[in-house]
């Protein structure tokens, strides 16, 4: 059944102090709106149970992105265009401005915005991974200050997460120490454009004379949580890419991603192209290391 | 328990569609689309899918390309809207048209608006774009009629069209 308007209350508190006053008094009443991508999917639907709304779309200090000599830091409700556009973005954290290519098309990329995909916290949203292997951190802020907490222990189980009901992302802070990193982004899906993913591979990795000197891998759309592969990283480190070790990492993979079932695909398929994904990482990795 | 819901009260909302000044009364959440659609009766921008997935509600809000299904119009309190009604001035519409003619662009037509806006939302960023450009540019809208591969020789050509003039 669609939505009745008349049932739902929106506010507009249009600065950034006086929208967590409305969240510290009655912290459990509202839901943060920003482009509205997802939450209006849910409204449309008749699924909406939180009635009152609070208009974030307009805060002027959540639309920012600041550039310092060692992080860049995106304000929350940053949009996918945003982020394709901005150049810091686009040369040194390529994982993550494409990935704001493959979030819906045009018009979703004009509305729908990193902290929104990070609060929804949807296992296949695209941009999750590429924060896990930038070591993003999140400013989260509320009435009663602010806190920084490391994106790798933002997401607790399926759709849950650290975030208290008074609290907002303010921010999310990316190290900027990985510009010589090769990368390797890459999602399957139903289709190319506007598909939701059935797997999706953030990977950064380093290379000389041969040798792994570091790898960073996360997964998405596999498990509950968008997923760092630690141990296939550690069985990578140091070692020469040859055959066997390929195989290896496939096995490794399949092991330490618990896959899931759902309706976009099932928990085999996603562990055997995962492990393709990877092995394709580990190819690209050798070419451009070869005379490095 | 929430307390009984009491029913929202409508606000006004003030924004320029097609380059006049509108206001309205309105519930905050409801979808700009309807409002469009319902107190303006600009019919142009269809309901497709509901869920921002379709692309036939596509509207430009302060020259975005927008799914207005997606938008409460709360949001949109003083914004600047073009619909597909507002186009037909734009030095874009003409090679436009009678691309998507010639090339048989249109079939039924419930895409064709919001094609037309993203075409000119592309366009206007990349004049001269390359056919991956269109692709992707036009990616948010589905058409169940042409197979798409009309529409996209219609905006190559429009775009043409445009450079020769």
Redesign the interface.
């Given at each position: 059944m669609r939505?009745d308007?008349?049932?739902?209350?929106?506010?507009?508190p249009g600065n950034l102090q006086a929208a967590l006053s409305l969240l510290a008094g009655e912290p459990a009443?509202w839901l943060p709106?920003a482009?509205?991508?997802d939450v209006?999917?849910l409204?449309?639907?008749g699924k909406l149970s939180n009635?009152n709304?609070i208009?974030i779309?307009?805060i002027p200090e959540l639309r920012q992105i600041e550039v310092s000599s060692d992080a860049i830091s995106i304000g929350a409700a940053c949009t996918y265009?945003a982020l394709r556009q901005h150049e810091i973005v686009s040369r040194e954290f390529p994982l993550l401005a494409t990935a704001a290519?493959w979030t819906?098309?045009?018009?979703?990329q004009?509305?729908g915005t990193l902290g929104g995909n990070i609060a929804n916290a949807s296992p296949a949203a695209d941009s999750l991974p590429a924060l896990l292997v930038y070591d993003a951190e999140l400013t989260l802020i509320s009435a009663r200050g602010e806190r920084r907490v490391a994106y790798r222990n933002f997401h607790t189980s399926y759709k849950q997460t650290v975030l208290a009901a008074d609290e907002l992302i303010l921010d999310i802070s990316l190290p900027r120490r990985f510009s010589g990193y090769i990368s390797h982004a890459r999602k399957v899906g139903a289709r190319n454009?506007?598909a939701i993913s059935k797997v999706c591979l953030a990977a950064l990795g380093q290379i000389s004379h041969g040798t792994i000197r570091e790898v960073r891998l996360a997964v998405g759309s596999i498990a509950p949580v968008p997923l760092r592969l630690n141990e296939t990283e550690r069985l990578l480190t140091g070692k020469r890419i040859e055959p066997a070790l390929v195989g290896a990492a496939r096995t490794i993979v399949s092991m330490e991603i618990r896959p899931i079932d759902d309706i976009r695909s099932t928990a085999r398929y996603r562990s055997v192209v995962a492990g393709n994904l990877v092995a394709e990482f580990l190819e690209k990795l050798a070419a451009e290391g070869a005379d490095a | 328990m929430?307390p009984p819901?009491e029913?929202?009260a409508k606000c006004e909302v003030s924004f320029i569609v097609n380059g006049e000044a509108k206001k309205v009364l309105?519930?905050?959440?409801?979808?700009l689309l309807d409002v469009l659609r319902n107190d303006l009766g600009l019919t142009g921008a269809k309901e497709g899918c509901?869920?921002?997935?379709c692309?036939s509600c596509?509207v430009l809000l302060d020259g975005?390309?927008?799914?207005s299904?997606?938008?409460?119009v709360?949001?949109a309190?003083g914004a600047s809207i073009v619909t597909i009604e507002g186009m037909s001035a734009h030095d874009l519409m003409k090679p436009l048209q009678e691309a998507f003619l010639e090339c048989g662009g249109a079939q039924c037509g419930i895409c064709t608006p919001g094609m037309i806006l993203?075409a000119v939302?592309?366009l206007e960023k990349k004049p001269e774009p390359a056919l991956a450009d269109i692709?992707?540019?036009?990616?948010?809208?589905l058409c169940r009629c042409t197979g798409y591969m009309q529409i996209f020789e219609a905006v190559t050509r429009a775009a043409r069209q445009r450079a020769a003039q």
């Open positions: 939505a308007p008349a049932e739902y209350r929106l506010v507009s009443q709106i482009g509205g991508t209006m999917v409204y449309s639907a009635r709304l208009n779309w307009n265009t290519s819906g098309g045009i018009a979703n004009n509305r454009a506007q | 929430s819901l029913k929202a309105a519930h905050p959440m409801e979808r509901g869920e921002g997935e692309g596509s975005m390309l927008v799914n299904c997606l938008i409460p709360a949001q309190n993203a939302h592309l692709q992707e540019g036009l990616a948010g809208n």
